[in-house]
């Protein structure tokens, strides 16, 4: 390490080796990375060739929010590394910027940025330089406030002139709690981690219309405008930053990034309100999104600010193919409060059970079932098993390698009211009318008619079924009942909205206050993990 180097950069080195696991792991960083390890911040990049028309106002409000802002002149090759251009910038040098402010020239405005070059010396020898005749034309009181002459590194240059000589303009975006300072303001910040996994969240982005509504979803409520608009029209400023995990140390691998972007769509009115939705087909395939990432590219992270109208909104984080597994943190800054959350909480369908009666069962059912019960009326997970598969294996719209006793044994658990481990004509005949609405619902999603349930079509059939669930479970759910190609089959999508059914029966008992938490001895704990 040079000998000129702080103890504080030192210190932050150190820290930001920590963070990637070791020093190899930053090779093929960037300066904006650097300013996100180092503080925690979220990240904008500017082509100044392609500076919005309101890069100047977002730069001023930037600096009042005590962001990080740096700027460089990007090099052609090797050999114009920091040389130095015939008005003194060095090109390929990191250069902070300090200063956004507006003077009066002959009484016209003029917009200034303030520029420091991290040397201490080497300054801009261009228009509104230190002792340029421009300061000249300047009202005293501006002047005063402004004009600094000294060979300290720091300089002004005119906002036009900034984005013609620098190529790029970097902003790191601070937390409220990286800010000391009582004199700045600071953003409301947001963060959720999440992970796209194949078969069950990896959908791709949104030219891939199979499976990119199983997508991680996250809930953006926008509901106060900006107090000072940079356009003069209300609406909600935000950035949305998405960072893939590990990109690092799996680089060092020999495995490359994801194309990573996002895109943001309008909460229909129908769904206002509801936490507990996944956004599906119905309307992600038939909206067009409000927003979206500039692109979608193999960065560790992509970011971009928006300025919508009040309203709720859902940000997808995706990877641009599909069956892509990588783990990922979406991070939300708006200049207003907003209210965030991921979409798709755990619930079920409270359903009021239906009575039934065995003077209410079918004559022609009541005699099916005596020929299959025998004379004791009753039948076992054993007779259960063999009596599903025997109809079943019949069917040549649906593949099915047969119930296993294990699904059987799940079915009794359930259905079973007596606790004799068998089922009788009333729990059987109700057993019936739940298999022919899975069946109902296993066909609806069965899409290509191949007798079989993309893995991906889950959470919908579930959600269909009364079950909703999050991306967590759907992952777990997936890793069990899906196939190699994730692909499900009849006898393991019952088995699943079975022992689902049945564990949501089961918290509830337990969950005597209605608290959505559950305190389990040992006894409980091993009925409840063997049942």
């Not at 194949?198 to 809930?219: D, K, M, V």
């Not at 609406?235 to 949305?240: N, P, R």
């Not at 088995?495 to 559950?518: H, P, Q, Y």
Request: contains cysteine.
């Amino acid at each position: 390490m040079d000998a000129s180097i702080s103890n504080e950069e030192a210190t932050l080195a150190i820290q930001r080796e920590r963070l990637n696991g070791c020093y190899e792991s930053l090779s093929g960083g960037s300066t904006i990375e650097g300013f996100e390890d180092f503080t925690g911040g979220i990240a904008e990049i500017y082509q100044l060739d392609k500076a919005p028309p309101h890069l100047f106002k977002i730069m001023e409000k930037a600096l009042g929010l005590g962001s990080l802002l740096g700027c460089s002149i990007d090099i052609t090759n090797s050999y114009e590394t920091e040389a130095v251009t015939a008005l003194k910038l060095v090109k390929g040098h990191a250069y902070s910027v300090t200063g956004a402010e507006e003077v009066h020239l002959h009484g016209d405005p003029v917009q200034l940025i303030r520029i420091r070059n991290p040397w201490g010396q080497v300054e801009w020898t261009g228009p509104w330089s230190d002792g340029s005749s421009e300061w000249k034309y300047v009202r005293p009181d501006e002047k005063l406030k402004l004009d600094h002459v000294a060979e300290d590194g720091e300089f002004w240059m005119s906002y036009s002139d900034f984005t013609r000589q620098f190529s790029k303009l970097e902003i790191c975006n601070l937390t409220p709690d990286t800010l000391t300072s009582d004199e700045v303001g600071h953003w409301n910040h947001y963060q959720y981690k999440g992970m796209w996994r194949t078969g069950s969240t990896a959908g791709g982005c949104r030219n891939h219309p199979a499976t990119f509504c199983s997508n991680p979803q996250f809930l953006v409520c926008l509901e106060d405008v900006d107090d000072d608009p940079l356009d003069g029209e209300d609406g909600c400023t935000f950035l949305v930053g998405l960072m893939q995990k590990d990109g690092r140390r799996n680089r060092q691998m020999g495995e490359d990034l994801s194309a990573i972007g996002f895109a943001i769509y309008a909460v229909p009115n129908e769904y206002k309100g509801q936490s507990n939705i996944h956004l599906g087909p119905d309307v992600l395939l038939r909206q067009k999104h409000v927003a979206m990432s500039s692109t979608f590219i193999n960065t560790r992270e992509v970011c971009d600010r928006f300025c919508l109208p009040p309203g709720a909104y859902v940000i997808i984080p995706s990877t641009f193919q599909p069956h892509k597994n990588g783990s990922f943190i979406l991070r939300v800054f708006s200049e207003k409060h907003a209210a965030t959350s991921e979409m798709g909480s755990v619930a079920a369908k409270v359903v009021k059970e239906i009575k039934v009666a065995e003077k209410d069962v079918d004559p022609n059912f009541k005699q099916m079932f005596k020929q299959i019960a025998g004379n004791d009326g009753e039948v076992t997970v054993f007779q259960l098993v063999e009596i599903l598969n025997k109809v079943f294996a019949k069917r040549a719209d649906i593949k099915t390698e047969g119930f296993s006793l294990e699904t059987g044994r799940h079915i009794v658990s359930l259905l079973d009211k007596n606790g004799n481990s068998k089922l009788g004509l009333v729990e059987f005949h109700m057993l019936w009318m739940k298999i022919q609405k899975y069946l109902e619902i296993f066909k609806s999603y069965d899409s290509d008619r191949s007798g079989t349930m993309s893995s991906h079509e889950m959470r919908g059939a579930l959600t269909e079924a009364g079950f909703h669930i999050n991306s967590a479970v759907l992952q777990v759910i997936v890793n069990r009942y899906a196939s190699a190609h994730f692909a499900i089959d009849f006898h393991c999508f019952v088995d699943c909205l079975i022992r689902v059914e049945m564990l949501f029966k089961m918290f509830k008992t337990l969950d005597t206050n209605a608290s959505g938490k559950i305190e389990l001895d040992v006894s409980q704990w091993l009925c409840l993990a063997i049942n």
